[in-house]
């Protein structure tokens, strides 16, 4: 896993939202509005919260037709497995680049 994959996932998990996000899917895939209900937060903050999941690779989004034609978005927890030792996170860093760590500067100032 390169740097920037590393940091992203890490940033991901970075969040209690996001943590219960994953807790809560990995029980069962869900569709949004039922996710935010559960979870408790509004689906604007919850679909953001989504996309930073979906980008690092931890959630699968899929949009499925209800019985009633409405479009649904569902999402599931990817299958994942990261170490995480000193020696990952050396070999990581070895590969970082200065796009990571503009990124992570514009993060950490939201």
């Known amino acids: 896993m390169s740097g920037d ?4 996932v890490l940033t991901a998990l970075g969040n209690p939202h996001r943590m219960r996000i994953i807790a809560a899917l990995w029980a069962r895939r869900n569709y949004v ?7 408790g937060i509004s ?3 919850l679909h953001m919260h989504l996309q930073r999941l979906e980008a690092a690779g931890l959630v699968i989004g899929s949009l499925e037709l209800s019985d009633d034609g409405k479009a649904m978005k569902f999402f599931e927890v990817a299958p994942f497995v990261y170490e995480l030792s000193p020696r990952t996170v050396a070999d990581a860093a070895a590969t970082l680049t200065q796009a990571a760590d ?7 100032t939201k």
């Open 102 to 108: 503009r990124q992570r500067e514009k993060e950490e």
């Open 5 to 8: 994959e590393l940091l992203k």
């Open 43 to 45: 689906r604007p903050l």
């Open 33 to 39: 509005s039922k996710l935010a209900r559960e979870i």
